[in-house]
């Protein structure tokens, strides 16, 4: 059992969890992830550990409510506890030096993003960092970023923030001027991170993707998030998360994401109208 230390609010429908698991601190590195089960009969999810603690032996997890288990866990409280967390898991980033590396992050991916963008500061990198959100209210970690990078530019689909339009325009702008970029690293919805592969394709600039499919039990058995890269069948659980950008089928991975919407709204029917009858999802999804 995982206690939760504390609980904020981000976001509308955006919480961050400090949880209390100290084997999972001591090992965690920029790019792991952890499987939550929340009770016994709860599903599995993945959640990236956005940061963690060694010496006070926390994690923290940010989580955005789209399915019935982040639903359920977004109404947990400070002194819960989490059933099960299983990890770390995946296999962290390699980091090293750099003369400049670029983050792209799309609404939730900021929490994914940030652990790599403080390891990318702390060893000296010089770090830009565009983060892009529905709104300004939807823009998440904003001073934390800001602390592990020499330079945030943020971009707003409605205009209220920042660039009026999507992350990755700003993205192309850098590379048309020409800035030296040794490598971009994007981590948000599957359409943004296709997007900026696009957009670093005919720079030729080394893109980093982390990929968070549908998962069961993260150890490559079921097969769930299954993904071709550069004509191989890769398991993001495994052999991931972190892809190279040019090389993923986004539009298969697209596809397979969405064979199970029926089933993600029956078991969130389930959950806010128990009395409906309606058999409980077994499946995944965050």
Excluded: W
Aim: hydrophobic content about 40%; glycine content about 10%; charged content about 25%.
């Amino acid at each position: 059992m995982y206690r939760i230390l504390s609980k904020e609010v981000l976001a509308p429908r955006i919480k961050s969890f400090q949880i209390e698991a100290p084997e999972i601190a001591r090992k965690a590195q920029p790019g792991h992830f952890v499987i939550v089960r929340l009770d016994k009969k709860g599903e599995r999810i993945p959640l990236t550990i956005a940061d963690h603690d060694t010496d006070a032996g926390t994690i923290e997890l940010v989580v955005q409510e789209v399915g019935r288990t982040t639903v359920q866990m977004g109404l947990m409280k400070q002194g819960d506890y989490i059933m099960d967390i299983m990890g770390p898991l995946g296999i962290p980033l390699h980091i090293e030096k750099v003369d400049c590396v670029v983050f792209v992050a799309g609404g939730l991916g900021v929490a994914p993003i940030y652990p790599k963008a403080k390891r990318h500061f702390e060893v000296g990198s010089h770090v830009i960092s565009l983060i892009g959100a529905q709104s300004r209210d939807l823009i998440i970690m904003r001073d934390r970023m800001e602390k592990v990078s020499h330079e945030v530019r943020y971009s707003t689909d409605d205009g209220s923030f920042g660039h009026h339009g999507f992350v990755t325009d700003i993205l192309k702008e850098i590379l048309e001027q020409s800035t030296k970029v040794d490598e971009v690293i994007a981590v948000g919805p599957l359409v943004m991170m296709k997007a900026a592969a696009m957009v670093t394709r005919p720079f030729g600039v080394k893109t980093i993707v982390s990929l968070n499919p549908i998962m069961v039990d993260g150890t490559g058995m079921c097969g769930g998030c299954r993904v071709t890269v550069g004509g191989q069948t890769k398991f993001a659980c495994v052999d991931g998360p972190a892809f190279d950008g040019h090389q993923v089928d986004f539009d298969e991975l697209i596809a397979r994401q969405s064979r199970f919407l029926e089933q993600e709204k029956t078991a969130m029917q389930s959950f806010l109208e128990p009395s409906s009858g309606q058999e409980e999802c077994r499946c995944h999804r965050g």
